[in-house]
């Protein structure tokens, strides 16, 4: 199976700041690449789908890129409501995978 | 609006099955197929298999096979997922969801817990 790796498996961001995430995936996987928020006690939301594309009422502050095995998920202007685990996952190739998520703290 | 509305948490004795539900709403239920994903508390997210209602045709990961059962019911638009020989680790949320590009929808998840 695919295996997909986040990095880094946590960060700590201030109100305003612009943070990063990494998904790196084992093999090609093209650009069938997805994102997922996930609050605390709540199921996963889709953000991102097809590497660089908003779901609906997604706001413009999340932005995806990437192809084959090289992935990220950047969130500019961080707001407090965004403190969540991300997810991202594959389904270029059965079965979907997905990484171990990154949790976005509070500094 | 897209809805999915999952049956409650479950505490079952080890070696039993359950049976969870996922009831569709706001959409063609026979359009999409329905996936169910399960997560062990702060662990990511594992994908089990979906289900296509409009011919019931289905595909598992390797995993699941001979653990998870997933049936529907196009009257009432509901998925379901039968999970057997129970034990501790099946304990998990097990969520329903559907998917087109991605999981675009997802239930609330269904809390199993297995103990005795």
């Known amino acids: 199976n695919i295996v997909m790796t986040q990095s880094p498996k946590s960060m700590s961001m201030s109100v305003g700041e612009r943070v990063t995430l990494r998904c790196k995936a084992s093999e090609n996987v093209g650009i069938y690449v997805s994102w997922y928020q996930q609050k605390p006690e709540q199921s996963p939301k889709l953000l991102i789908y097809?590497?660089?594309n908003r779901y609906t009422g997604v706001p413009d502050r999340f932005t995806g890129s990437g192809s084959a095995t090289d992935f990220t998920l950047t969130i500019n202007n961080v707001q407090a409501g965004d403190l969540a685990d991300y997810h991202c996952?594959?389904?270029?190739?059965?079965?979907?995978?997905f990484g171990t998520g990154t949790k976005l703290e509070l500094k | 609006e897209v809805q999915l509305q999952q049956s409650g948490p479950e505490l079952v004795k080890p070696g039993a099955s359950v049976k969870m539900s996922c009831k569709a709403s706001g959409y063609t239920f026979t359009s999409y197929v329905m996936d169910w994903v399960k997560q062990k508390p702060g662990q990511g997210l594992e994908w089990i298999g979906y289900i296509n209602p409009y011919n019931d045709g289905t595909k598992y990961n390797e995993k699941f096979k001979g653990k998870a059962t997933l049936t529907s019911d196009k009257s009432s638009s509901t998925a379901y997922m039968e999970l057997n020989s129970l034990t501790s680790e099946d304990s998990a949320v097990y969520y329903c969801?559907?998917?087109?590009?991605?999981?675009?929808?997802w239930g609330q998840g269904t809390t199993l817990t297995v103990s005795s």
């Open positions: 969801a559907r998917k087109l590009w991605g999981f675009d929808s």
């Open positions: 097809g590497t660089s």
């Open positions: 996952g594959q389904n270029y190739i059965y079965p979907p995978t």
